[in-house]
C-alpha cells in the first residue's frame, strides 16, 4: 500500500507540473502508428491503466470464488 500511495504522489506531483500549453505539444516518442500529442497521450495512459485494474479485479473474483 505504501508504494501504491507513493506512485500516486509522483503522478500528482507530476502532472501538476505540466503546463496546459504542453498538453497541445507532440509527443516526443511515436508510440501509435502516427504521432499524437501529450495530452492523447497521457489519456490513453490513464485509460490503459483502467484496462489492467479490470484485468486484477476479474482475476480477484476468480481466487475469491
Known sequence: MTKIEDTIETIRLALSQIADEELDTEYPILVFS?????????IHLTTHLA???VQIN???R???S
Open 34 to 42: 502516427k504521432k499524437t500529442s501529450t495530452e492523447f497521450f497521457l
Open 51 to 53: 484496462y489492467h485494474l
Open 58 to 60: 476479474y482475476h480477484r
Open 62 to 64: 476468480l481466487i475469491e
